[in-house]
Nanobody, 118 residues
Framework: QVQLVESGGGLVPSGGSLRLSCEVS????????MNWYRQFPGKMRELVAS????????YYVDDVKGRFTISRDDDHHSTALQMNSLKSADTAVYYC???????????WGQGRQVTVSS
């Protein structure tokens, strides 16, 4: 059974930092790309950061470059998103996602609210 358990997030003032973590079980972790998405109210989810098994292909959406850092721990089957210099525009629900695109496998975490007060 595949499980993604997210933790972290919460409320922080503008300029502050938060960390999101995602513990993953039930998959061949090393084959999967780690992704973090966010969803603004009334909008579709957008990809924020992506870290495949080959870290040369790491991706960040332009808006978070230099502020957010995605990481993965293949020994402990987890991924994290460190968010610094947060802005009110970062307020959203953040989702952990793991994907093995070769086979079309994809799994989602439950989502965590991140609220940045201005």
């Amino acid at each position: 059974q595949v499980q993604l358990v997210e933790s972290g997030g919460g409320l922080v003032p503008s300029g502050g930092s938060l960390r999101l973590s995602c513990e993953v079980s039930g998959i061949s972790f090393g084959e999967y790309t780690m992704n973090w998405y966010r969803q603004f109210p009334g909008k579709m989810r957008e990809l924020v950061a992506s870290l495949p098994p080959d870290p040369q292909h790491i991706y960040y959406v332009d808006d978070v470059k230099g502020r957010f850092t995605i990481s993965r721990d293949d020994d402990h089957h987890s991924t994290a998103l460190q968010m610094n210099s947060l802005k009110s525009a970062d307020t959203a629900v953040y989702y952990c996602n793991v994907a093995w695109t070769r086979f079309g496998y994809e799994h989602w975490g439950q989502g965590r609210q991140v609220t940045v007060s201005s």
